[in-house]
T-cell receptor
């Protein structure tokens, strides 16, 4: 069964460093998302991506964040200069439809900023 | 703006008892509503969804939910809890033409033997 895969599963970085989280969505999906979950808290929407551009983004998704689909299969989230409060589990998701459809989530990338 | 409120961050039931997890939504347009489940160290997976049509929606693992527009609710139920149901459950809302799904804060379900 097709699944969303994410790498790395866990990354530890120093404050101020750049981090890239990678995702391979399900191949026939058109909509891509990043969510984050700070330990014990809610799953927060960061950004959605469709037709090679950002469709919608949240207030969390500031200039420090960027997304890219460089080669038609990978979908990346870059954090330019990490802060302590960026420590969280980051989930990639993909879907066939827009807001009406099921999201398929990866297992997440845990980011720890020291 | 859309939002969901899940009443109760933790719910504990005995094995075999009724499970009721509450969700209320806010939406200025007809909503699409979802319940997702998250097992430890895993991503979220869809339990069930309401888009249009029948207001009682059946999902996987014996769960069901009823869309009540008058109460702006979408509560999740299961007649008889199983130990394997212990997990975190998230209610979510989106709308047609939208590009994001908004999740509630989650309810952790504990099942006692």
């Amino acid at each position: 069964e097709p699944e969303v895969t994410q790498t790395p599963s866990h990354q530890v970085t120093q404050m101020g460093q750049e981090v890239i989280l990678r995702c391979v969505p399900i191949s026939n999906h058109l909509y891509f998302y990043w969510y984050r979950q700070i330990l014990g808290q809610k799953v927060e929407f960061l950004v959605s991506f469709y037709n090679n551009e950002i469709s919608e983004k949240s207030e969390i998704f500031d200039d420090q964040f960027s997304v890219e689909r460089p080669d038609g299969s990978n979908f990346t989230l870059k954090i330019r200069s990490t802060k302590l409060e960026d420590s969280a589990m980051y989930f990639c998701a993909s879907g066939r439809q827009g807001g009406t459809g099921e999201l398929f989530f990866g297992e997440g990338s845990r980011l720890t900023v020291l | 703006a859309q939002s969901v409120t899940q009443l109760g961050s933790h719910v504990s039931v005995s094995e075999g008892a009724l499970v009721l997890l509450r969700c209320n939504y806010s939406s200025s347009v007809p909503p699409y509503l979802f319940w997702y489940v998250q097992y430890p160290n895993q991503g979220l997976q869809l339990l069930l969804k309401y888009t249009t049509g029948a207001t009682l929606v059946k999902g996987i693992n014996g769960f069901e939910a009823e869309f009540k527009k008058s109460e702006t609710s979408f509560h999740l139920t299961k007649p008889s809890a199983h130990m394997s149901d212990a997990a975190e459950y998230f209610c979510a809302v989106s709308n047609t033409g939208g590009f994001k799904t908004i999740f509630g804060a989650g309810t952790r379900l504990f099942v006692k033997a």
